[in-house]
């Protein structure tokens, strides 16, 4: 049996908001300039350099957030809604696949990966008809999932404590864990594709960036 690895302490970096209007963030995602955060009635952007709030497509935005290069993804209602980031029109509705307590959501190697949060599984689904591929067990409860140079992260919040995981993507078997520091609590977990994750705060209505461990290569 492998044995868990040791937690270490995440480096906060930044910390964003509360903002105007916005009493939660669940789903995280990132386009390359812009955070996009789901705050309930609408998905709202953020520039993560200078901390200027910018547009909002008035979606359903309730849980998990994903971007692939050219659309975004967004779970509300037990669906995910696939959308035009330019006009917000909802394009295409898949079935979330738990049918409703989905949170976090991640594009990678042409598939979702759907974070189920009381259920602490990650399911890997067809964005064309929502059909369950893969699916990986925690043994904490998931929040938000993402992808980043090949590795696997999904964020936990449990018992008021909240953990950034790197999972093997075949087992589902912890490789490493950061642990927030406590009072902190990880809803939606999106990369920038560089040193930062981005975490939404759940109802502190905050983003936070944190360090992602940089590999030797």
Request: with cysteine.
């Amino acid at each position: 049996m492998t044995q868990m690895p040791r937690p270490t302490p995440a480096k906060l970096l930044r910390e964003y908001g509360p903002f105007p209007g916005v009493e939660q963030i669940g789903g995280v995602t990132f386009d390359g300039h812009s955070v996009w955060m789901a705050v309930g009635e609408r998905l709202a952007t953020l520039d993560p350099d200078s901390g200027d709030a910018g547009r909002s497509l008035p979606v359903p935005a309730q849980a998990g957030t994903a971007f692939d290069g050219r659309h975004l993804y967004q779970i509300a209602e037990a669906v995910i809604r696939k959308i035009d980031p330019a006009s917000g029109e909802v394009l295409a509705t898949i079935p979330a696949p738990a049918g409703g307590g989905e949170s976090g959501l991640a594009w990678a190697e042409g598939t979702l990966w759907v974070g189920v949060h009381r259920e602490r599984k990650i399911h890997q689904v067809d964005p064309e008809t929502g059909r369950v591929l893969r699916t990986l067990t925690s043994d904490r409860f998931v929040t938000g999932v993402t992808w980043v140079e090949g590795e696997l992260w999904h964020g936990t919040w449990e018992n008021e404590e909240s953990e950034l995981r790197r999972i093997d993507p075949a087992s589902g078997a912890v490789r490493e864990r950061l642990a927030l520091p406590p009072g902190i609590g990880v809803s939606g977990l999106e990369s920038d594709g560089a040193g930062r994750f981005f975490c939404g705060g759940g109802r502190s209505g905050k983003l936070r960036a944190v360090e992602r461990p940089q590999r030797r290569r």
